[in-house]
């Protein structure tokens, strides 16, 4: 199996309290992992110690192999030109166009050419649905606009592994079927060579959308789910209260 991604007895602690705990964890490269849990339980500060944005208190998180915390900054620099990410709010700068917006990682990392940027920045954008807009800027467009244009900047380095935390947050159904149709589009563009993804959302419709497997981050572990066919079956009863939205009481280990 080819390893994207892999946690080895990661453990993740503020203060006193500890949200994640000896968590091991693989992610094949080219599969789609999608992390559901209830909230504040840990699924973002797992992506981003998968993104390597965060250093766990132990364990090792290793990126194609490479232990991202012990290796040396050039080798660190080349391994995040592989990836991409998109934040919940999406991050944009508001004083930049939306092209600009796409442009700036490709201008941060010394892209080739202006000529090559402006192409890469015009494909994305045509991909996204936002070529008509490329003059505008972030508060001038809609939010299911300015996350289609967040996906635009974390794919314009062309990345093999790309991180998205909630990309449906705040969106209606309707628009949230379409982002996620995107990303899965975008995605397997390349069909030999998918890239990897791994996503949080606490929508279960667009987690089974989304996702060739779907994991649960709960009581500071994870649970693995299987694949969106896989999970309806999960004999864990924490899996099935938490996709059934029992929201009477908190999750627990047995019914």
Known sequence: MDVAIELRGVSLSFGSET???NINIKVPRGESLVLIGPSGKGKTLLLKLMAGLIKPTRGEVLIEGNDWHAINRESREKIARKTGMLFQKNSLFDSLSVADNVAFPLREVAFASEKEVNEVVSFFLEAV?????RDLFPDEISGGMQKRLGIARALALKPE????DDPTAGL???TS????QLIIDLRGANKENPMTVVAVTNDMNRAEQMATRIAMVVDRGVIDCGGPVDIKKHKDPRVQQFI??????????TL
Request: net charge neutral; aromatic share 10%; hydrophobic share 50%.
């Open 19 to 21: 949200f994640l705990e």
């Open 129 to 133: 649905g936002l070529a008509h807009a």
């Open 161 to 164: 592994i790309v991180f998205y």
């Open 172 to 174: 209606d159904p309707i």
């Open 177 to 180: 079927r379409r982002i996620v």
């Open 244 to 253: 059934n939205g029992d929201l009477l009481g908190p999750l627990t280990r």
